[in-house]
């Protein structure tokens, strides 16, 4: 493939990006708001979280390995985007929170076809001097997109419209756009099967990685802390600040540029700080945000305290990916960070499903009110001493 047709390739994969975050910023943030619509109960939330983060992680590890297997990534990257959003077009015409939560489950399996095959894809079209610039400019495209869906959402709401109707039909519209745009510019690559190959779990010398096994250990009992809030955080938006379609818009963007601000403003800096500091800064910090859900759930103060910790998130999540680059070996990356995000996407699945079955059996004796803020300053607790924990790393 010359050089010329993988620069044009180049600004499809771009594109591709772009429909990608437009699809998820229509949509994600507005699923659970949707499913408390109908009439999910604080259990079918937690299991609406659960499961969907669960199937989008575990999903990776299976896709990843038989793209490489079968090298075959636009193939996956094609289906992927093509049977999420048609899921996602259906969830318009469910009534039941049982199929409801069937299919956003299904959305997640069918969108992590594209999401390790992309990179990987991507990683074989571009040069090696010009990797961190393209991911630098899939991230800033990726906060564009996703900005402009939710605040589209948002906007058609406050206008009348059906917001949930508007932000499912965008995320269908630019989910299949973008795999017709990729079956017609993008072909597979000739790839040599023993060079495509990666290694499998049994291969790895995990137990001579002591960093990797201390920080998996660390990150999967801090993601169960932090997804326990989750199905809390939708909880409270929709009954006890009862928030509007357009407010909760607001939130997710005002997260979502400060994570990305955040980044641009300090990313020259953050080599100057061991990695451990960081994930310690920004973990412990994370836990200021379930104390405000519980104490001031008011729209002024959610605004603040979501662009305070967006900057958190982003730092976390990217000194998280950082150390695990950084502790271990070379042959073994994909399938080390594979394995991170599954086994954290598994303490996704147990927080948010053990968060939603206690908030359901501590209703049963208290108001909605004192059973979300017990389990907000649980959650804040753990998220601040785990937090703490990870300066001790190195």
Not at 38 to 52: D, H, N, Q, W
Not at 128 to 150: C, M
Not at 169 to 185: L, R
Not at 270 to 276: D, H, N, Q
């Amino acid at each position: 493939m010359n050089k010329d047709k993988n620069k044009w390739i180049e600004h499809v994969l771009y594109c591709k990006a772009l429909l990608d975050s437009i699809h998820y910023g229509a949509s994600s943030p507005f699923i659970p708001i949707y499913a408390i619509e109908l009439g999910a109960s604080p259990i079918e939330i937690g299991i609406l979280y659960s499961l969907s983060n669960l199937s989008l992680n575990f999903f990776q590890v299976i896709w990843g390995y038989l793209s490489d297997r079968l090298i075959k990534y636009v193939m996956f990257i094609i289906l992927g985007g093509f049977f999420s959003s048609i899921t996602m077009a259906a969830l318009l015409f469910v009534k039941s929170i049982t199929v409801f939560i069937g299919l956003v489950t299904f959305h997640s399996m069918t969108a992590s076809m594209s999401i390790p095959t992309f990179v990987a894809y991507s990683s074989r079209l571009i040069s090696e001097d010009r990797w961190r610039r393209f991911i630098e400019n899939i991230n800033s495209l990726s906060y564009l997109g996703w900005v402009l869906a939710t605040l589209a959402v948002g906007l058609s709401s406050l206008l009348g419209l059906s917001g949930f109707s508007i932000g499912f039909s965008i995320a269908s519209i630019s989910g299949i756009t973008g795999s017709i745009i990729t079956w017609i510019f993008c072909k597979e690559l000739n790839v040599d099967p023993e060079e495509g190959y990666l290694p499998s779990i049994k291969t790895l010398r995990i137990r001579r990685c002591i960093k990797f096994l201390n920080f998996l250990v660390l990150s999967v009992s801090f993601g169960f802390f932090l997804s326990m809030a989750w199905p809390l955080f939708t909880i409270t938006l929709t009954k006890i600040s009862v928030l509007s379609l357009f407010d909760i818009s607001i939130l997710d963007i005002v997260f979502g540029l400060s994570g990305a601000a955040g980044l641009a403003l300090i990313r020259d800096h953050l080599t100057l700080v061991k990695t451990s500091s960081i994930l310690a800064l920004s973990g412990s910090a994370m836990a200021l945000i379930p104390l405000v859900y519980a104490f001031s759930p008011y729209l002024l103060s959610l605004v603040l305290i979501h662009g305070l910790i967006g900057v958190f998130g982003a730092l976390y999540d990217a000194a998280s990916l950082a150390y695990v680059l950084e502790n271990t070996p070379i042959e073994g990356k994909g399938v080390y960070t594979a394995l991170y995000n599954f086994s954290v996407g598994s303490a996704f699945f147990c927080g948010s499903l053990v968060a939603g079955y206690i908030l359901e059996i501590l209703q049963q004796s208290w108001s909605l009110e004192a059973a979300l803020t017990t389990l907000y300053i649980v959650t804040a607790v753990g998220r601040f001493v785990i937090g703490l924990l990870y300066r001790y790393l190195d």
